[in-house]
């Protein structure tokens, strides 16, 4: 079945620092593939997505690239600020009408001042 | 409305009871989804809705668990006769089309059965 692999966590990192969270999917057929934040007390937020093979998804300072030959989506940040302490999922979805999210473990980030 | 709505944003229950959680999707959004996010295990989908029906109930964990979608909008969750394992934070999404868009999240209903 299709399924999500994020590194373990939790994650702690000085202000500034660059940050790599790596993301591994297995998919039957061709995925959209997504990064969601959850901030605390809040709800999940899509953070980036990538709809095809190469595509590079990028928001707030955050990029990630799909990538086919490794299925993999790490999600990049080259300075990161304690704002983006926070708990970061990655997830696949296919299309069809029959399709859902299906979602990795999350790994909890924080950054210290 | 503007946004995913869940209600009630937190339940306390003692076990045995029966609960239902409440999921307002964004308007004109036909796809909605239920989801529980236990402590260390992630997003766990539970149910899909495409409009009233449910095409993909894989994710129920038992039969104590049921939902219903009436006029294409509100969603209901209940669970009967929870139990001590059902402590979760309960979350609905909705989307206008499904899978490769990615969806938009309510803030959650976090159930605690004691």
């Known amino acids: 079945g299709d399924s999500v692999t994020q590194m373990e966590g939790p994650v702690t990192l000085s202000e500034e620092a660059f940050l790599t969270i790596n993301c591994t999917y297995t998919a039957t057929g061709y995925p959209s593939l997504f990064w969601y934040v959850q901030y605390p007390g809040e709800g999940l937020q899509l953070l980036l997505k990538a709809t095809k093979a190469d595509d590079k998804g990028s928001n707030k300072g955050f990029e990630a690239t799909y990538r086919k030959e490794t299925t993999s989506f790490h999600l990049e940040k080259g300075s990161v600020q304690v704002s983006d302490s926070a708990v970061y999922f990655c997830a696949l979805g296919l299309t069809g009408a029959n399709s859902k999210l299906t979602f990795g473990k999350g790994i909890t980030l924080s950054v210290r001042p | ?114």
């Open chain 2, 1 to 114: 409305g503007a946004g995913v709505s869940q209600s009630p944003s937190n339940k306390v229950t003692e076990k045995g009871k029966d609960v239902e959680l409440r999921c307002d999707p964004i308007s004109g959004h036909t796809a909605l989804y239920w989801y529980r996010q236990s402590l260390g295990q992630g997003l766990e989908f539970l149910i899909y809705f495409q409009g009233n029906s449910a095409p993909d109930k894989s994710g129920l964990p038992s039969d104590r668990f049921s939902a219903e979608r009436t006029g294409g909008s509100v969603s209901t969750l209940t669970i009967q006769r929870t139990q001590q394992e059902d402590s979760a934070v309960y979350l609905c999404a909705s989307s206008f089309l499904p899978g490769e868009q990615g969806y938009t999240f309510g803030s959650g209903t976090r159930l605690t059965v004691v």
